[in-house]
């Protein structure tokens, strides 16, 4: 297919960035510093003032990330992990995999964890509440650390999706005990591969994610207790420090954009579409998507496919439908129904004013809008 706006464009990414990161490549591996070196101190040290954590330990994906801090946190069989099932396998599976049981909570009208349920879903076995930051946008930590706090449970947050968002000037990622970034390519901040990242502000938890990550290894001899291997590459980390320091302006720009799609689609009949970048001064949504939803869902997406326009449906089957995890006993009326009726429009730095135009314009053209 010959797409004239791609979902994620990674040529041009390259393409634009090629300058500034070859010397970045050739002189981190023409010094041989792969593992564990100084570019992933910079790199750590940098994603915690960025963020205003006091911690940040680099880890091969979100996913190691969360399965470091199951293991930290010891969760195991009879515990109890509350989460959303609108997100991404990896939020549950580390927590499962280590014998949790999860609850899912449903999620409100901007597709994130409904907290005003989360009371109800919590019992003395709760120990691990999971909001999930998506698409660049804050779930509402205040009533997630109320309900925690009041359970005794650790709030750790899925920020896979919301590096860069706030709330009242605070980071999504700094409100409980510790949280997940991912670097997957397509992510705000992209790695050339996998890549994640754990916060904390707690310095014991940050020393035992660091030994969890490299084996238990303290020091090049000393073992301190079992361990994986989760490291983040020093390569990786190179790179993500030189992309890092460009993320504000590509936050500005996806914000832009976001403006772009509100201006042009707001009043489109039968299309429901994200809360504008500018509609609420107290948050600062990131847009790592730009979701939109319509009852003709299926139709729409043929339509912009053949005006040439790629697009994503992240998750069509809800997770709790999803056949051998075993959570189908779960009713989630409003995550079942978004998975009928959501697909994400192009959205990345790279994209143009042009392509957001046509792509309006084509969604406009579909409802006779
Ligand atoms: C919400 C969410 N959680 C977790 C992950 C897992 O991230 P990773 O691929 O870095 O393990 C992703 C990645 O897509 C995600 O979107």
């Known amino acids: 297919m010959d797409w004239r706006v791609r979902f994620v464009d990674y040529p041009e990414q390259w393409q634009r960035q090629r300058p500034e990161l070859l010397p970045i490549i050739e002189d981190t591996i023409a010094r041989g510093d792969l593992m564990l070196r100084q570019q992933l101190r910079d790199f750590e040290e940098h994603l915690a003032r960025f963020t205003?954590?006091?911690?940040?330990?680099?880890?091969?994906?979100?996913?190691?990330?969360?399965?470091?801090?199951?293991?930290?946190?010891?969760?195991?069989?009879?515990?109890?992990?509350?989460?959303?099932?609108?997100?991404?396998?990896?939020?549950?599976s580390p927590f499962v995999l280590r014998g949790a049981t999860p609850v899912l909570v449903d999620i409100g009208d901007d597709h994130l964890m409904d907290t005003g349920q989360l009371a109800e879903r919590v019992t003395d076995r709760t120990r691990v509440i999971i909001p999930v930051h998506l698409n660049g946008r804050t779930v509402d930590m205040a009533e997630v650390t109320k309900v925690a706090d009041h359970a005794g449970a650790v709030v750790v947050e899925d920020a896979a999706q919301a590096l860069g968002a706030t709330v009242d000037g605070q980071t999504a990622g700094t409100f409980g005990l510790?949280?997940?970034?991912?670097?997957?390519?397509?992510?705000?901040?992209?790695?050339?591969?996998?890549?994640?990242?754990?916060?904390t502000g707690d310095e014991e938890l940050a020393e035992r994610l660091m030994r969890l990550r490299d084996h238990g290894r303290v020091g090049k001899a000393e073992i301190d207790g079992w361990g994986y291997n989760c490291r983040l590459d020093n390569l990786q980390a190179a790179i993500l420090d030189w992309r890092l320091a460009q993320l504000p302006g590509w936050i500005e720009r996806r914000r832009h954009l976001a403006r772009m799609y509100d201006e042009r689609l707001h009043d489109v009949?039968?299309?429901?579409?994200?809360?504008?970048?500018?509609?609420?001064?107290?948050?600062?949504?990131?847009?790592?998507?730009?979701?939109?939803?319509?009852?003709?869902?299926?139709?729409?997406?043929?339509?912009?496919?053949?005006?040439?326009?790629?697009v994503l449906i992240s998750w069509p089957v809800p997770l709790h439908h999803q056949r051998g995890l075993d959570l189908s006993h779960w009713s989630l009326p409003r995550t079942e129904a978004l998975c009928r009726r959501v697909l994400s429009l192009p959205m990345h730095p790279e994209l143009e004013d042009w392509q957001v135009e046509h792509v309006s314009d084509s969604v406009r053209r579909f409802f006779g809008a």
């Open 269 to 310: 009949p039968g299309l429901e579409i994200p809360v504008g970048p500018d509609s609420d001064s107290r948050r600062r949504d990131v847009f790592q998507n730009y979701p939109v939803t319509t009852d003709a869902r299926d139709r729409l997406v043929e339509h912009l496919n053949a005006d040439g326009v790629e």
């Open 52 to 92: 205003g954590s006091a911690r940040a330990v680099g880890v091969s994906n979100c996913t190691d990330g969360l399965r470091l801090l199951a293991h930290a946190l010891d969760v195991g069989p009879g515990d109890e992990v509350v989460t959303v099932a609108h997100t991404f396998i990896a939020t549950i």
């Open 178 to 199: 510790a949280s997940t970034y991912s670097f997957y390519p397509a992510k705000l901040l992209g790695a050339l591969g996998d890549a994640g990242a754990v916060l």
